[in-house]
């Protein structure tokens, strides 16, 4: 029988997660790396991820910091190819950089739409092939957390400035979760999905500005996702913990969307 810390214990694995610099995606490096993982965070603006790779170091965390543009074409390969060159392995894809835009759906532009769908959905599948094809088939194993939504679940209170694209696009993350998780079981690759509720962003700000109280009211925990609500759940899809769930959405809300 394997010990609990056995099957939590991420020595010897390389994590790669994507929009790591701050929010959601900090969080969960933040446990990752707590249970022994090489961190590889990603993000767009170098000077957030050289602070937050020094934060993660003062943790006591492994972390290499690279800047990249994923919804820019070819990104995704120059990436995987990046970490596995410097690192020789890659184990672990937590897939959270994302993009969101706020516009009435009968006057959404089409700007606003191709942002989104390019980033949330178009890169993130590119970015998990890159990483399947390079590192996860040959080594026989890998896990994939995405970072869904539930705004990829149900739609919004009409209170909220409208969110067509970045509906769309989790949705078809939830969906891509199964989809992967079916095709590559066989290999070893399980793909699973956090779909987080309301936690306070820059992503959310204005949201939780505007109906951030009547959000609230609607929580049976009666609160706002906070910095550590993310950590077992991801951990849990990283790890061999959680090494017979593939295919599987974790909603994490506070119970949101059971009422």
């Known amino acids: 029988m394997t010990s609990l810390r056995t099957l939590f214990d991420l020595q010897g694995q390389v994590a790669l997660v994507t929009g790591g610099s701050r929010g959601l995606g900090l969080q969960i490096a933040e446990a ?13 603006k170098q000077a957030e991820l050289d602070e937050a ?12 910091a690279v800047a990249a543009d994923l919804g820019k074409p070819g990104a995704a390969d120059d990436l995987i190819a990046q970490v596995a060159d410097r690192h020789g392995r890659l184990d672990i894809l937590v897939n959270n950089a994302g993009a969101t835009w706020g516009a009435p759906a009968e006057d959404f532009p089409l700007e606003g739409w191709t942002k989104v769908i390019d980033l949330n959905v178009t890169g993130l599948f590119l970015l998990t092939k890159a990483a399947a094809k390079r590192c996860f088939i040959p080594q026989g194993k890998g896990a994939v957390v995405n970072v869904a939504s539930i705004e990829g679940l149900q739609a919004h209170h009409p209170r909220q400035v409208g969110t067509i694209s970045y509906n769309a696009a989790k949705g078809a993350v939830v969906n891509m979760t199964r989809a992967l998780a079916a095709e590559w079981g066989g290999r070893n690759i399980r793909v699973n999905a956090l ?18 109280e ?37 909603v994490i809300d506070g119970g949101m969307t059971v009422i």
């Open 214 to 250: 009547h959000l609230i009211a609607n929580t049976p925990l009666g609160k706002l996702g906070g910095p550590d609500d993310l950590k077992g759940a991801a951990l849990l899809l990283a790890s061999d913990a959680g090494g017979h769930i593939t295919g599987q959405i974790i």
């Open 195 to 212: 779909a987080p509720g309301y936690f306070p962003s820059k992503m959310t700000g204005a949201t939780l500005e505007q109906v951030g």
């Open 32 to 44: 990752l790396g707590e249970f022994g993982a090489s961190l590889v965070i990603v993000a767009r």
């Open 53 to 64: 790779a020094a934060h993660l170091a003062v943790l006591g965390c492994k972390v290499d």
